[in-house]
């Protein structure tokens, strides 16, 4: 008699350990990633640079000036305004550990 439910285990972790497997290898690329971009910044700031380009790729490093609205001095302030436009949404959230 097949026991499906060691078989549905066994491809469950097998499946795990390569979600584990491709996480570690995302984070060290990641890691290079940022060093490599990191290495490109300096060598733009250093030479006062906003944009550069290569024979193939084009980089820009630039101040960008955003506004946002203090929502929690709004709370405080005005808590009857800050309830007023408050949109309650839900999501589902995927935790691999």
């Known amino acids: ?4 439910n060691k078989i549905a285990m066994d491809n469950l972790n097998a499946l795990m350990r390569e979600i584990a497997e491709y996480t570690r290898m995302a984070e060290e690329i990641g890691a290079t990633l ?4 990191d290495t490109l ?3 733009m700031e250093e030479n006062g640079l906003d ?3 290569g024979s193939e790729h084009k980089a820009s490093y630039k101040a960008v000036t955003s506004s946002r609205i203090d929502t929690t001095a709004l ?3 005005l808590p009857e305004i800050a ?7 839900e999501t589902r959230r995927f935790l691999f550990v």
């Open 41 to 43: 910044k300096k060598h």
């Open 75 to 77: 709370k405080r302030d």
């Open 83 to 89: 309830a007023k436009y408050t949109k309650t949404t």
């Open 34 to 37: 940022d060093s490599l971009k």
């Open 51 to 53: 944009s550069i380009a």
């Open 1 to 4: 008699m097949t026991d499906y």
